[in-house]
């Protein structure tokens, strides 16, 4: 019974410690993934701001921002936990986190019809479909009674020159003319992102 334990006792500690070497892997990964972006996205600022330039300066940007974003979920979710229970067990909760991430997956989806499917591009086509549905004008009704007693400012004959639906020329005239990282739009991202 005593080398049956002492065997056990070795092969968990054994254990534990490639548990610590690997997390280190990953540690240094993550920061030397972090150190590269950072490095190519400084190389890119000191570079001549060409288009080209621009948008990779853009790519790396939206590339880092993700590393970091990846970092900061996972130390809130250990914050949160270490002052709900008092600990700082990065291992627990990185556990406890990957957990409850897992738990909050969509598994599968309810069709119109009732029919349950877990196959992924079903179950995006149902989700496209409910928001689509969701967020789609539905008829227009007739609101002239609420519009009579305003006086209107824009002539007839100019609102339907306004309310013409735009040609696909048009648009593909507007957006060749702009520039990928020139022109920003009502969100303040250039037309490359």
Same mark, same amino acid.
């Given at each position: 019974?005593?080398?049956?334990?002492?065997?056990?006792?070795?092969?968990?500690?054994?254990?534990?410690?490639?548990?610590?070497?690997?997390?280190?892997?990953?540690?240094? @990964?993550?920061?030397?993934?972090?150190?590269?972006?950072?490095?190519?996205?400084?190389?890119?600022?000191?570079?001549?701001?060409?288009?080209?330039?621009?948008?990779?300066?853009?790519?790396?940007?939206?590339?880092?921002?993700?590393?970091?974003?990846?970092?900061?979920?996972?130390?809130?979710?250990?914050?949160? %936990?270490?002052?709900?229970?008092?600990?700082?067990?990065?291992?627990?909760?990185?556990?406890?986190?990957?957990?409850?991430?897992?738990? %909050?997956?969509?598994?599968?989806?309810? @069709?119109?019809?009732g029919r349950d499917t877990e196959v992924l591009h079903e179950m995006e086509g149902i989700a496209r479909s409910y928001?689509?549905?969701?967020?789609?004008?539905?008829?227009?009704?007739?609101?002239?009674?609420?519009?009579?007693?305003?006086?209107?400012?824009?002539?007839?004959?100019? %609102?339907?020159?306004?309310?013409?639906?735009?040609?696909?020329?048009?648009?593909?005239?507007?957006?060749?003319?702009?520039?990928?990282?020139?022109?920003?739009?009502?969100?303040?991202?250039?037309?490359?992102?």
């Open positions: 019974m005593g080398v049956v334990f002492r065997d056990t006792v070795t092969k968990v500690g054994e254990f534990e410690e490639r548990l610590s070497e690997w997390s280190r892997k990953i540690q240094m @990964n993550r920061m030397r993934r972090r150190q590269v972006l950072t490095d190519k996205l400084a190389e890119l600022l000191d570079n001549v701001r060409d288009e080209e330039n621009m948008a990779e300066m853009i790519y790396m940007r939206i590339k880092l921002n993700f590393e970091i974003e990846k970092e900061c979920y996972w130390e809130q979710r250990m914050r949160l %936990n270490w002052l709900k229970f008092g600990d700082k067990n990065t291992t627990f909760f990185h556990s406890t986190a990957t957990q409850r991430r897992r738990k %909050n997956l969509i598994h599968k989806l309810q @069709n119109d019809e928001f689509h549905n969701l967020f789609t004008a539905k008829e227009k009704g007739n609101y002239d009674y609420m519009l009579s007693g305003i006086d209107r400012c824009v002539f007839e004959r100019d %609102n339907l020159k306004l309310t013409v639906a735009y040609t696909s020329e048009e648009i593909r005239e507007v957006v060749f003319e702009m520039g990928a990282t020139k022109a920003a739009g009502e969100d303040s991202f250039p037309i490359l992102y």
